[in-house]
């Protein structure tokens, strides 16, 4: 190989191992316009290659939980982060849409973290450095 390789699209692997693990919850780039009961919003918060290998995506993913869901708002957004933590660290060793994942590591949160402009929803949030495969 000559050069710095391209790295692959971090976020859009991350999305599709949450949707994956969530389905029918919707995780996009955006907040949608209809906000559905539960929704999450994945974007890369910084990060860059690691080696010529690897790509260390810093990913923040954002989630959010109606205030009148069924049993209560603020244990279930927490739940879902933990939930997607999880489902991202056992991503490790795979390959999602060309990507292979070598790790979730480096993890911050979940942090109770309000959405000053959506009030009728809890959200939390959570960071990490995504480790994907730049070949």
Same mark, same amino acid.
């Given at each position: 190989?000559? #050069?710095?390789?391209?790295?692959?699209?971090?976020?859009?692997?991350?999305?599709?191992?949450?949707?994956?693990?969530?389905? +029918?919850?919707? $995780?996009?780039?955006?907040? /949608?316009?209809?906000? +559905?009961?539960?929704?999450? =919003?994945?974007?890369?918060?910084?990060? #860059?290659?690691?080696?010529?290998?690897?790509?260390?995506? =810093?990913?923040?993913?954002?989630?959010? @939980?109606?205030?009148?869901?069924?049993? #209560?708002?603020?244990?279930?957004?927490?739940?879902?982060?933990?939930?997607?933590?999880?489902?991202?660290?056992?991503?490790?060793?795979?390959?999602?849409?060309?990507? $292979?994942?070598? #790790?979730?590591?480096?993890?911050?949160? /979940?942090?109770? $973290? /309000?959405? /000053?402009? @959506?009030?009728?929803?809890?959200?939390?949030? $959570?960071?990490?450095?995504?480790?994907?495969?730049?070949?």
């Amino acid at each position: 190989m000559s #050069g710095y390789p391209t790295p692959k699209p971090a976020v859009k692997a991350a999305r599709t191992v949450l949707a994956a693990r969530f389905a +029918p919850v919707q $995780f996009g780039t955006k907040i /949608p316009n209809s906000r +559905p009961q539960k929704f999450g =919003r994945v974007s890369r918060a910084g990060g #860059g290659l690691q080696s010529l290998v690897t790509d260390s995506a =810093r990913i923040l993913v954002e989630l959010w @939980v109606n205030q009148d869901y069924p049993g #209560g708002a603020v244990g279930e957004v927490e739940q879902f982060c933990c939930d997607a933590i999880a489902a991202l660290q056992n991503a490790q060793g795979t390959s999602v849409g060309g990507v $292979f994942i070598r #790790g979730f590591t480096n993890i911050d949160g /979940p942090v109770d $973290f /309000p959405d /000053p402009d @959506v009030t009728d929803m809890e959200r939390w949030q $959570f960071q990490g450095d995504w480790l994907v495969s730049t070949s």
